[in-house]
């Protein structure tokens, strides 16, 4: 597939696994889940909340690194250890998302990689 680029950036923390930061193929690049890494430290970040906006700076520039911006986003999954911590993730969401939003999933996991209390992975339609 000659038109399928892999996306990578130092400004989010480097893959833990068999896989890319994300893979643009024509407009549309597929960002691969995002867990609140400190890209500099790679260690896991404190709190909830520290994790969640981790979690959106970095899919944040995944998505400038393809060329796009969270702007650029139609779909978003989040997975959450505890779906009581869902009205914190609106809440700090509408700091990085504009409307109009992307499409949204929001699922309750038993856990996740590192320990992390949230995960997302996301869609970017790029206008070109």
Do not use: W
Request: charged fraction near 15%; aromatic fraction near 8%; proline fraction near 5%.
């Amino acid at each position: 597939m000659s038109n399928k680029f892999v996306i990578q950036t130092p400004d989010a923390p480097a893959a833990i696994g068999t896989y890319s930061q994300a893979v643009r193929v024509d407009n549309t690049v597929y960002l691969s889940g995002q867990i609140g890494l400190d890209p500099n430290t790679m260690n896991m970040v404190d709190g909830i909340e520290a994790q969640i906006h981790r979690v959106f700076q970095n899919l944040r520039a995944v998505a400038d690194a393809a060329g796009g911006s969270l702007d650029d986003m139609v779909k978003l999954n989040i997975y959450l250890t505890d779906l009581a911590h869902f009205a914190k993730v609106n809440e700090i969401m509408a700091t990085y998302f504009h409307q109009p939003y992307p499409a949204r999933a929001a699922v309750g996991v038993a856990s996740l990689p590192r320990a992390a209390l949230v995960e997302a992975d996301g869609v970017l339609c790029l206008q070109e």
